[in-house]
């Protein structure tokens, strides 16, 4: 029968799951750039302090060092939904006190353009065949055909 072990340290800290790389990742992925910070063309980073309940949850954020337009409130938004993994403490309730770095960086111009989703150029053509008319007193053998083609060109590289 094998034996748990015991946690290196009596208090567990918080731990974001899938790491560090999951949690820049998730951030990133929530964070909404500012209007009012594009128009003003505002690059920088925000820190943030953050405490963690004893259940994981973010309940509270800090702006340490901000840089105005939006983007402070933005990334205390996005630190806001946060849910951390919280091992037992036995039983005692721990407030937790994190950092966290948000990188505020307008896309290149070139980026936004090529990362655009474009639409393929469409050509259409409609081919009607029909036999010669019949003569008055004949009645046409076969209706007239018509076939339809949709040719699309992608732009690729």
Known sequence: ???EKKPKHFIQ????????KELTKFIYQHLRYPPEAV????EGTVLLEYDIDYKGNVVDT???QG????????????VRLLKFAVGRNRGVRVLFHNKARIRFKLPA????????PQQPAQVQYNYVTTTAAPAPDEQPKQPATTYSYTVSFDKKG
């Open 39 to 42: 128009q003003g063309k505002i």
């Open 109 to 116: 111009p070139a980026q936004v353009q090529k990362n655009a």
């Open 62 to 64: 800090r702006v340490l």
């Open 13 to 20: 800290q918080p731990e974001y799951p899938g790491g560090p």
């Open 1 to 3: 029968m094998e034996r």
């Open 67 to 78: 840089i105005g337009h939006g983007c402070d409130e933005e990334a205390a938004r996005v």
